[in-house]
């Protein structure tokens, strides 16, 4: 990837209404548990995203078969021993949490395997996954420093364990309890802190049986998957953009249909009403174990907050965002305990004090987070060329921070944006966002 540009226009407002993609990690899973299931499954809402088409190709070369039905992706699961030797590498692009989650099936299966990734995702930590797989009685590799590719060997007898993870990790308990399908006894992960709980809801939708307390998941092995239906909703984490982009602008009025509001993942938004934005949510319902809601935000002063590591977990995606909206507000913005911001597609703290910092914004990098000095004027950025280090969520985060900004902002590699949000361009610009996309040689 590599060679597309953002031109934003600097000054405007986000209006109308608006239906963004589906959710990420709902799609990756949906897949991977209809892929394992008897029976088909029926997903609408599926994010055609490079991340989630990656997992779908990683089944089809394991033999799933699969079409589309209109819009609704139909997967013809092969049972929960029915995957066939893949005849190369799993090549699962950018994506962590395909890889993470697929590890921890992988080292269930009868045959060797390998999962590989592009040059971002090689970077990443898989030494968080390795290490548990391994006390399981998996035999998985990785490469220099618990890196991607990972070699699997087939058909090792797992044995269950208990497992706390050293950091609050959404994919680290996945691919445990994945692996715990496998494995000879009860699988218990135990959560330092809070992680989204999209595997759990879906295997009980898959007929798995869940034991869930205040901090821990368990699972008895040797369970199989039945079939089901999954409606995927709008993945908050892609509304976050446009939620930061309303909140900041005066004069928006943006409503954002059908997100999902998972009580795991819903920081942004409270973060966001701590800072005083307009936020309302409407029509709040359940859609397929999920809890979903539309979002109208619009744009108001906002000031500066603490954000602490609670707050980190339950946004852990959406902290680009909240800083664009934190150099906007009235006050200073401090954040903690964000650490694992550090390994996301990139370094997400030193990424956007870098980009900030080009725009103007005054902040102090910390180890564990970051100090943002807000600047409530109408233009609260200059302007200038951001570098998103191949990480889609920054380049969105900066598209909106043209809202606010008194020059041109220029945004590179935004092929990126594909792996979690087709389509961005367009609807930011129906929305009213000055954006442009240009491809450069
Ligand atoms: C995800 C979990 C999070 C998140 C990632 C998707 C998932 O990662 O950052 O984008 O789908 O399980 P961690 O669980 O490693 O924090």
Known sequence: MGGRLFDIAPGSRLTGTLRVPGDKSISHRAVMFASIASGTSRISGF??????????????????????????????????????APASALDLGNSGTSMRLLSGLMVGQAFDSTLTGDAGLSRRPMKRVIDPLTQMGAAIEGSEGGRAPLHIRGGQALSAIEYTPPVASAQIKSCVLLA????????????????RDHTERM??????????????????????????????????????????????APGSELRLREVGINPTRRGVIDVLLRMGADIELDNE????????????????????????????????????????????????TRLTGGGELRVKESDRIAVMAQGLTTLGVALEETEDGIIITGNPHAQA?????????????????FAMAGLR????????????????????????????LGIRSRSVS
Request: hydrophobic residues 45%; negative net charge; charged residues 20%.
């Open 180 to 195: 715990g399908l496998y494995a000879n006894g009860q699988t218990r992960v135990n959560e330092p802190g809070i992680s």
């Open 381 to 397: 950025f200059g302007g200038g060329h951001i570098a998103s280090h191949e990480d889609h969520r920054i380049a969105m985060s």
């Open 47 to 84: 994010l055609e995203s490079a991340d989630c088409l990656a997992t779908l190709s990683a089944f089809e070369a394991m033999g799933v078969t699969h079409s589309l039905d209109g819009e609704t992706r139909v997967i013809n699961g092969r049972g929960r021993d029915g995957l066939k």
């Open 285 to 332: 319902r359940e859609q397929a174990g999920e809890p979903v809601a539309d979002i109208i935000v619009r744009g108001s002063a906002l000031h500066g907050v603490e954000i602490d590591a609670h707050d980190v977990e339950l946004a852990i995606d959406e902290c680009p965002a909240l800083f664009v909206a934190a150099a906007c507000a009235d006050g200073t």
């Open 203 to 248: 295997l009980s939708a898959f007929g798995i049986d869940v034991e869930r307390g205040n901090r821990h998941v368990a699972i008895a092995g040797g369970q199989r998957l039945e079939a089901a239906n999954v409606a995927v909703p709008s993945d908050l984490s892609s509304a976050a953009f446009f939620m930061v982009g309303a909140a900041i």
């Open 405 to 432: 900004a008194s020059q041109p902002i220029v945004i590179d590699d935004c092929d990126y944006v594909d792996t979690s949000f087709p389509g961005f361009v367009d609807l930011a610009a129906r929305a009213g």
